[in-house]
């Protein structure tokens, strides 16, 4: 899962609240007007401030790291998990 910034916005497209959301790697990104729109399927649709590119700049990065961690040597474990929270937007400290 990545992290993004959802906006909630007033009738006026003016940002009224913005809240962390954590997606799924497997969603389809648009670009809404000045944000970006993030359809998860089964799960809803969000509208973030991070642009299109940034969202699938995040997804490519999460999916690199999750191969990466995965083919690491059992003694290298703690750094992939470190990498992994960091691209997720959480501390390793927070688990």
Not at 53 to 62: G, N
Request: aromatic share 8%.
């Amino acid at each position: 899962m990545i992290k993004l910034t959802e906006v909630l916005l007033d009738g006026q497209r003016n940002v009224k609240m913005q809240n962390p959301v954590y997606v799924p790697t497997e969603v389809v990104v648009k670009p809404w007007h000045e944000f970006t729109s993030v359809i998860v399927p089964n799960g809803g649709q969000y509208i973030v401030t991070e642009s299109p590119e940034e969202v699938v700049r995040k997804i490519v990065d999460y999916k690199l790291a999750m191969v990466r961690y995965e083919s690491t040597h059992p003694w290298l474990i703690s750094d992939g998990l470190a990498t992994l929270c960091d691209l997720a937007g959480i501390g390793a400290d927070s688990k």
